[in-house]
């Protein structure tokens, strides 16, 4: 019996090494395709200038600018909202049926494909609220993309903090609000900074909502307001390799543009490690 529990372990162990294996080569093989291919386009004119001759020549500044752009903007409105509401279905709502309606809807929500969001923000920020196509109406419909994803994180994050923390905190007499704002929320920081940063990696990679909301493909100035249109690295990626005038001639820049975008979503990553690093080193003094 235990020389049979040893070998299944055994075998358990390889295959969940063969698989991690597997997945990081793939990974690497992506990394190094892109960096291999995009590396000869990336220069300093190519990263700060305009584009020109229809995208041909030039570089992609104001395609960099509407991507960043976007992630603060979604961001913004869609952090604050989504551990607001992570508060309070984990905190003060009891479970009842319309918790878990509420449940089921922000589950739908994050299985909703991104084109549906998308027309829905045509319909909605464009057409309804009459922004326009802007960098406003894009960053509200993002935001609506990414909601669900921070509201789970953060949900997830809250329900790891040990409940003798919230016990002990109103043992002295402190309020429950309180509680959760000096105890409880700094102890979920970490959870609540990695849901994050999944979500700004979509952000920054998503093209179907911009498409409808806002994304130029070439538009050699940057925005001058929120109620602007704007270029953004996926949507011009994906019409260089898809409807260009000059696919072929312009393979360099398009793999150029897909490095720029990873080197954006990596270094988002690099800061959140640190501030998550930060706060589990505050945590354990």
């Not at 969940?16 to 590396?39: E, M």
Request: hydrophobic share 55%; no cysteine.
């Amino acid at each position: 019996m235990g020389l049979n529990s040893n070998t299944n372990e055994k075998i358990a162990f390889s295959l969940l090494t063969l698989a991690t294996i597997i997945v990081t080569g793939i990974v690497l093989v992506i990394l190094a395709y892109i960096i291999l291919n995009g590396y000869g386009a990336i220069s300093i004119e190519f990263l700060t200038q305009m584009p020109n001759r229809m995208m041909t020549a030039g570089g992609i500044f104001p395609a960099i600018i509407g991507t960043i752009a976007l992630i603060i903007g979604s961001m913004l409105v869609a952090l604050p909202l989504g551990v607001m509401a992570a508060i309070y279905l984990n905190e003060y709502a009891g479970e009842s049926r319309t918790t878990w309606l509420i449940e089921m809807a922000i589950n739908n929500l994050a299985g909703t494909p991104s084109v549906v969001f998308g027309l829905f923000g045509l319909a909605l920020f464009v057409k309804y609220f009459d922004f326009g196509p802007s960098i406003l109406s894009a960053s509200l419909t993002l935001a609506l993309l990414i909601l669900p994803v921070i509201i789970r994180a953060s949900e997830e994050a809250l329900l790891t903090v040990p409940n003798e923390y919230r016990e002990s905190s109103l043992a002295l007499g402190v309020s429950k609000w309180q509680t959760i704002r000096y105890v409880v929320l700094p102890a979920a920081i970490p959870g609540i900074v990695t849901g994050s940063v999944l979500s700004i990696g979509r952000v920054a990679g998503e093209t179907a909502p911009i498409l409808f909301t806002g994304a130029a493909y070439f538009l050699p100035r940057l925005p001058d307001s929120i109620y602007s249109q704007f270029m953004a690295l996926p949507y011009h990626l994906f019409v260089l390799a898809t409807a260009g005038t000059n696919i072929s001639e312009t393979k360099s820049i398009q793999y150029g543009t897909a490095l720029v975008l990873l080197i954006i979503v990596l270094g988002v990553n690099l800061v959140a490690v640190v501030i998550r690093r930060h706060y589990r080193n505050k945590l354990k003094i």
